[in-house]
């Protein structure tokens, strides 16, 4: 329940300084009026003084942390956090733990409450399961020396990205200004190799971010790949990730100590490369500015009663589920640099999708690049998927390659009809009748032999009862999703066959592979062996094809809609409104693997086959296709051995010499790469 307080009566605690007395002394002494000017590139510390002039506030805290007790009531894979199942136990929180813990903790300002709670929820590794303040999280430190795994001389190492000036220069004036005022010649670092980084080899250092920074997916490989620069698309265009070594939420570093080689020399240096902080939130001029604009909470953070809003009697089109992830760095999004885009002019593209033949003599290869599983045009992407396929193999293509690199998930589409799911039993009246408006109404779903359930139909009744590390968890029965309920365009002629048979495709990407993208990928390698190939990570390590797989998320503005909409809101177990303006998205639905229906896909092990990128396939999207297609092997068919694939993949940028070298190092440690 929405407690007693008002925010003009928090505001002055929060604020140094009220709009209504501030004068030039104050603003001076301001932190927030400081930087204001200065926008939107400011130092670390600069940033951080604004952030932290906000004492902490015990209501707040109170309030934060009942809204995330009652959210987490719903999050269905809270019991196996207490020790999670085997490739994923770095990901074990004592989730309920870390809340009392952190109800008694000091804290001297709001931000390093906040923080605390957000770096908690980053710690369970699932996208779909996070706390973001929006008060902080418009913050993102930004370094001009992103980095990457590559193979050169038959040896994997870390590198500063070779493109860093043409990257680089893409941010824009202001930020090539601000580095200026710092002096560093950060254009001598293109391509060096990183022997340390912080004083720790430089792998090690990788290792360490992704185990406590990188969060949003379980594997441990998966997230040292989000630490490293790659390849996306954003919206239709191409976009560099610069990675979340050299682009992390949060301002708390100044910068960061490299021990490397710079390209064309052979000693080492030591060079400390600086972040600049970068902001993305709403403006502001002064402290009282700041927190009314982007930490108050809003009209929209505790979500409607729809009923209540002149909406009763009205049938409200079904909203389409969702799974992703929220990735903050494509606010602003730099884009790719032109010269390694595709030479080739894509068949069809539109809604998130790029369509490729590849030239001679790969010219029997397409390639499907699927952006992102949430596009501006959610019938669009379905039109533009079939036409982009049928141009396809109106070009001739024979074989296709489907790239996922860095998809965010989206929209389930039609893809959880294939897949058995159910819902934790957290409390509330899930179940009560007429919910024909929200995510919960029964008529949205099938039994399990495909039969609609009735709108009157209890499906958290009889509950079935888990054991997981002791805990009883009740769930639902378990359904799936119809394409009738969740819509499709009856207008699109679909052949009676796959365009293209299962056993000629492939799946390429990085593992950064979200949500829906992760159901799909599943879907395509557990029902029909399509093989899944990951780029990337590092030497001698397994990789997962897949990010986090858990089935739908809500945000709490949604989750909060469904329940004032019903009626809910004075539930013993609803989560208190928001104070501030802040989001805790959780995953409320499991999605059960298609091969072990008794395991979640998110903690079913599938190993991809993994392939270190090269220099010329990191950032060249075509280079890396054009690889694939040499060694392109149907998963029935093909005889030859993963040898016989390292050399055939690797043939086309890499000498015979540099792949015996190779081939010869990786076979001895018997992990299954490419």
């Known amino acids: 329940m929405l407690l007693a307080c008002s925010f003009s009566a928090l505001l002055v605690t929060f604020t140094v300084a009220t709009t209504a007395n501030i004068d030039l002394n104050a603003r001076q002494t301001d932190p927030c009026a400081l930087i204001a000017p200065k926008l939107p590139y400011v130092l670390p510390s600069e940033a951080l003084a604004c952030m932290r002039s906000f004492a902490f506030n015990e209501t707040l805290r109170q309030n934060v942390l009942a809204n995330a007790n009652g959210v987490l009531n719903l999050f269905t894979f809270e019991p196996y956090y207490l020790h999670s199942p085997p490739r994923f136990q770095e990901s074990t929180v004592d989730i309920r733990g870390e809340l009392r813990r952190m109800s008694k903790k000091s804290y001297r300002t709001d931000y390093d409450f906040s923080v605390d709670l957000y770096n908690v929820t980053a710690l369970l590794n699932d996208g779909h399961t996070r706390w973001y303040p929006i008060c902080y999280i418009g913050w993102q430190n930004l370094m001009p020396a992103p980095i990457v795994s590559l193979l050169t001389d038959g040896t994997e190492n870390i590198y500063i990205v070779p493109d860093l000036v043409e990257l680089v220069t893409l941010i824009g004036p202001s ?42 997916y379980l594997d441990h490989g998966i997230r040292i790949n989000s630490v490293y620069s790659s390849y996306r698309i954003v919206g239709d265009s191409w976009s560099q990730r610069f990675g979340s070594l050299a682009n992390p939420s949060l301002p708390t570093l100044d910068g960061l100590t490299f021990k490397l080689i710079i390209a064309g020399s052979k000693k080492p240096e030591t060079i400390f490369v600086p972040y600049i902080a970068s902001f993305n939130g709403r403006s502001f001029t002064d402290s009282a500015s700041y927190w009314e604009a982007n930490c108050a909470a809003t009209n929209a953070t505790n979500g409607q009663d729809l009923l209540g809003a002149g909406l009763t009697g009205t049938r409200r089109t079904r909203p389409q589920p969702l799974g992703n992830i929220i990735d903050h760095s494509a606010v602003k999004a730099v884009g790719l640099p032109p010269q390694y885009e595709p030479t080739q002019t894509p068949v069809a593209a539109g809604n998130g999708l790029l369509f490729y033949t590849l030239p001679v003599p790969h010219n029997t290869t397409g390639v499907m690049f699927v952006g992102s599983f949430y596009p501006a045009d959610y019938y669009g992407f379905q039109a533009k998927a079939l036409e982009g396929l049928q141009a396809l193999k109106a070009a001739g293509v024979t074989k296709l390659i489907i790239d996922v690199h860095n998809n965010d998930g989206g929209y389930r589409l039609q893809l959880d009809y294939a897949l058995d799911s159910s819902r934790r039993r957290g409390g509330q009246a899930h179940h009560r009748a007429g919910r024909w408006f929200l995510y919960y109404a029964p008529n949205g779903y099938a039994f399990l032999n495909d039969t609609l359930q009735s709108n009157d139909f209890d499906y958290m009744e009889p509950s079935t009862v888990l054991n997981i590390n002791g805990q009883v968890n009740k769930n639902s029965n378990k359904y799936h999703d119809t394409c009738q309920q969740y819509g499709f365009d009856d207008t699109l002629v679909l052949p009676e066959q796959p365009i293209f048979p299962l056993k000629d495709v492939v799946v390429v990407g990085n593992g950064d592979c979200a949500s829906t993208c992760a159901l799909f990928t599943t879907l395509l390698s557990e029902k029909s062996g399509v093989k899944e190939y990951v780029f990337g990570v590092r030497p001698g390590l397994t990789v997962e094809y897949k990010g986090m797989a858990g089935n739908q998320v809500m945000d709490w503005p949604v989750l909060a809609t469904e329940f004032k909409t019903m009626k809910l809101q004075d539930h013993p177990l609803y989560p208190e409104d928001l104070l501030v303006d802040g989001d805790f998205r959780v995953n409320w639905r499991t999605a059960w693997s298609y091969r072990n229906g008794t395991k979640p896909i998110a903690y079913q092990s599938d190993p991809a086959i993994r392939v270190p990128y090269t220099h010329e396939t990191y950032n060249r999207p075509q280079k890396l296709w054009e690889q694939v297609a040499a060694g392109f092997c149907r998963p029935v068919a093909c005889r030859c051995s993963w040898n016989v694939y390292r050399a055939r993949s690797l043939a086309i940028s890499q000498s015979v010499q540099e792949m015996t070298q190779w081939i010869g190092k990786s076979s001895q440690t018997g992990q299954r790469e490419l």
């Open 175 to 216: 930020y090539l200004a601000r580095l200026d005022t710092l002096k560093i010649d950060w254009k001598r670092l293109a391509g060096a190799k990183v022997l340390e980084i912080n004083g720790k080899p430089a792998y090690k250092y990788v290792d360490y971010i992704a185990k406590v920074a990188s969060g949003n």
